[in-house]
């Protein structure tokens, strides 16, 4: 029975192997928009200095299930603009984290 049990337990050990315990985080270093669930984490500062593509807003998280990560890094505008600036805009509002992340000089951190 002893034998028995521990080629069991050996089996399972090894399925396990085989079995990837969490999918991959997605490194971010630029503005963007997030538009698939996952997690993400930023890998240096970001610098926001001017309008890209129109938008006023850094990071637009569009998707739910969303863990982002700053792993002590921020997001940051550097300049003065004549309209409100955001730094993140979160258009989904169902199980979005955000952690270890430092925001400023924008109007609105995290809308």
Same mark, same amino acid.
């Given at each position: 029975m002893l034998k028995k049990s521990f080629i069991l337990l050996v089996f399972l050990l090894s399925i396990l192997l085989f079995i990837p315990l969490s999918f991959a985080a997605t490194p971010i270093s630029t503005c963007q928009t997030i538009d698939t *669930? /996952?997690?993400y $984490?930023?890998?240096r500062d970001i610098i926001f200095s001017e309008l890209s593509g129109g938008s *006023?807003?850094?990071l637009h998280i569009t998707s739910a299930n969303v863990y982002l990560d700053g792993r002590g $890094? /921020? @997001?940051n505008m550097s300049?003065?603009?004549s309209y409100p600036t955001e730094a993140i805009y979160i258009a989904s509002d169902r199980n979005i984290t955000i952690a270890n992340l430092n925001i400023s000089n924008f109007d $609105? /951190? @995290?809308i």
């Open positions: *669930p /996952g997690e $984490y930023l890998t *006023p807003v850094c $890094y /921020g @997001i300049a003065t603009n $609105y /951190g @995290i």
